[in-house]
């Protein structure tokens, strides 16, 4: 086995022949290139280690009119393998890195329809700290999920024409055709091997039903993944996991991940469960809100939300927390930001003098009014 690397799967082969699973965008292609490469040829193989099986992990060499070729780096560079994350501390990692960003910048592969979100982020973020004045533009988004201890939450988007009412049955109908596609052809228990990273299916634990999900985390066999649809995550077991279907995975995940902007939990326990509380009711309120991305922090956009209740009244999510002493208003330094940070140091102060919730016993930041 090759080291340092995640290469696209094929089909494997069971007993009578019979395939079992789908070919991986690109996973023939890979597996072609390294016949042509290695087939009839003396290689020099580097051993790492051994997987439970007893196959060898290591690097394989081969000779070339360009010199020793490193099969790992040659796949990579090609665009028909990318890094894994077990790469860091070897002795390649370096230059399967700068393999990959090759590719990636060419386009190669698995990496045809690439798009550098870092730089993307980057010039956004370069171009907002230049901006003196904030940008208003909100969409309407439904809320799936909310993250405790964080003001952090998942939602789907609805505000590229769709109604809520047509957006649902759209994501049922792939929800569908998934499910339809999995018990046509049974994923078998045990067969599906996580990793980092990896897109794949999980059975949720409430309904036993398939979702698509990210593996987050490997340990043993509880598997941490995240339901890239809904935007909530949980810990399976691995027997509750299969490869996603081709096909699924191109398909943009149906919820993103938001922090609220300007926001900062409470560090005693009791008061950030009754803020998490306060923050789930307040979300959960709603059919769905509207919210604006002032700016991202760690590749997550940062907002601040709105909702609008039955009477067409609108309130501002974070004004309200800091209102019923469930936050405190965090310092930004940016211009554009100042006067909605002083509405809400405004608002701070008076939960502080009337001792709302974290302010019960006082001031506890030390600026005592």
């Known amino acids: 086995m090759f080291s340092g690397?995640?290469?696209?799967?094929?089909?494997?082969?069971?007993?009578?022949?019979?395939?079992?699973?789908?070919?991986?965008?690109?996973?023939?292609?890979?597996?072609?290139?390294?016949?042509?490469?290695?087939?009839?040829?003396?290689?020099?193989?580097?051993?790492?280690?051994?997987?439970?099986?007893?196959?060898f992990i290591g690097y394989m060499f081969v000779q070339t009119e360009q010199g020793l070729c490193n099969m790992s780096i040659a796949l990579v560079e090609n665009g028909l393998a990318s890094v894994h994350f077990t790469a860091e501390k070897g002795a390649y990692y370096s230059q399967l890195c700068v393999a990959e960003e090759k590719a990636k910048k060419a386009k190669l592969g698995i990496w045809a329809k690439w798009v550098d979100e870092e730089a993307i982020v980057q010039a956004e973020i370069a171009s907002a700290d230049e901006k003196m004045?904030?940008?208003?533009?909100?969409?309407?988004?439904?809320?799936?999920?909310?993250?405790?201890?964080?003001?952090?939450?998942?939602?789907?988007?609805?505000?590229?024409?769709?109604?809520?009412?047509?957006?649902?049955?759209?994501?049922?109908?792939?929800?569908?055709?998934?499910?339809?596609?999995?018990?046509?052809?049974?994923?078998?228990?045990?067969?599906?091997?996580?990793?980092?990273?990896?897109?794949?299916?999980?059975?949720?634990?409430?309904?036993?039903?398939?979702?698509?999900?990210?593996?987050?985390?490997?340990?043993?066999?509880?598997?941490?993944?995240?339901?890239?649809?809904?935007?909530?995550?949980?810990?399976?077991?691995?027997?509750?996991?299969?490869?996603?279907?081709?096909?699924?995975?191109?398909?943009?995940?149906?919820?993103?991940?938001?922090?609220?902007?300007?926001?900062?939990?409470?560090?005693?326990?009791?008061?950030?469960?009754?803020?998490?509380?306060?923050?789930?009711?307040?979300?959960?309120?709603?059919?769905?809100?509207?919210?604006?991305i002032e700016y991202r922090n760690g590749g997550i956009e940062n907002v601040t939300a709105i909702i609008e209740t039955s009477d067409g009244t609108r309130t501002d999510v974070a004004k309200t927390l800091i209102a019923e002493g469930h936050a405190l208003t965090e310092q930004k330094r940016e211009k554009r930001f100042a006067s909605l940070i002083a509405e809400y140091q405004e608002t701070e102060k008076i939960a502080r003098r009337e001792h709302r919730n974290i302010w019960e016993y006082g001031d506890f930041t030390g600026n005592e009014l």
Not at 47 to 53: I, N, P, Q, T
Not at 142 to 171: C, H, W, Y
Not at 268 to 281: K, L, M, P
């Open 133 to 292: 004045e904030r940008t208003i533009n909100y969409r309407k988004v439904v809320v799936t999920d909310v993250q405790r201890g964080n003001f952090k939450f998942a939602a789907q988007s609805v505000d590229d024409g769709r109604s809520i009412e047509a957006f649902g049955p759209k994501l049922e109908k792939m929800m569908k055709e998934l499910r339809e596609e999995l018990r046509k052809k049974p994923p078998v228990v045990g067969a599906y091997v996580p990793r980092r990273g990896d897109l794949c299916v999980a059975r949720f634990s409430a309904d036993k039903l398939w979702y698509r999900a990210r593996v987050e985390g490997v340990k043993g066999k509880s598997i941490d993944i995240l339901y890239i649809d809904f935007g909530n995550r949980e810990v399976v077991d691995v027997t509750s996991m299969a490869a996603l279907p081709a096909g699924y995975a191109t398909q943009p995940a149906g919820a993103r991940e938001y922090q609220m902007a300007f926001l900062q939990m409470p560090n005693d326990v009791d008061h950030a469960n009754n803020s998490n509380i306060a923050f789930e009711q307040i979300l959960f309120s709603v059919p769905f809100m509207f919210i604006n």
């Open 5 to 55: 690397i995640d290469c696209p799967r094929g089909a494997r082969i069971g007993p009578g022949g019979k395939l079992i699973g789908e070919n991986e965008p690109f996973a023939e292609e890979a597996a072609k290139f390294t016949r042509s490469k290695i087939m009839q040829r003396e290689v020099e193989v580097e051993v790492e280690g051994m997987d439970k099986s007893g196959s």
